[in-house]
């Protein structure tokens, strides 16, 4: 059974940082990509930043320059350092790892964590 569970949401001032974590537990073989998303009230989920197993990364635009994405892939572990936050960064974080292989299934899957809150006040 492969889990995702995150940590380091929470309520902060703008300007100011949080980092996230987020862990993959389970007999896992290997993991494709690993990101964020987030979701703002009424509003769609959307990609924060992705990282390959190779260390390759991509940012939406609005996060390019405060945000950085990092992996330790011994750990099976994504970060994401968020600096000089903005009140439109308030949204719930998901943590998302693709093409998951592991013991007890054949071929890949994708899993979703359950999400953390990350609330920026002005």
């Known amino acids: 059974q492969v889990q995702l569970v995150e940590s380091g949401g929470g309520l902060v001032q703008a300007g100011g940082s949080l980092r996230l974590s987020c862990a993959a537990s389970?007999?896992?073989?290997?993991?494709?990509?690993m990101g964020w998303y987030r979701q703002a009230p009424g509003k769609q989920r959307e990609l924060v930043a992705t990282?390959?197993?190779?260390?390759?990364?991509n940012y939406a635009d609005s996060v390019k320059g405060r945000f950085t994405i990092s992996r330790d892939n011994s750990k099976n572990t994504v970060y994401l350092q968020m600096n000089s936050l903005k009140p439109g960064d308030t949204a719930v974080y998901y943590c998302?790892?693709?093409?998951?292989?592991?013991?007890?299934?054949?071929?890949?899957?994708?899993?979703w964590g359950q999400g953390t809150q990350v609330t920026v006040s002005s």
């Open positions: 998302n790892a693709d093409r998951v292989t592991a013991v007890g299934f054949l071929g890949a899957r994708d899993y």
């Open positions: 389970g007999s896992i073989f290997s993991i494709g990509a």
């Open positions: 990282i390959r197993s190779g260390g390759s990364t």
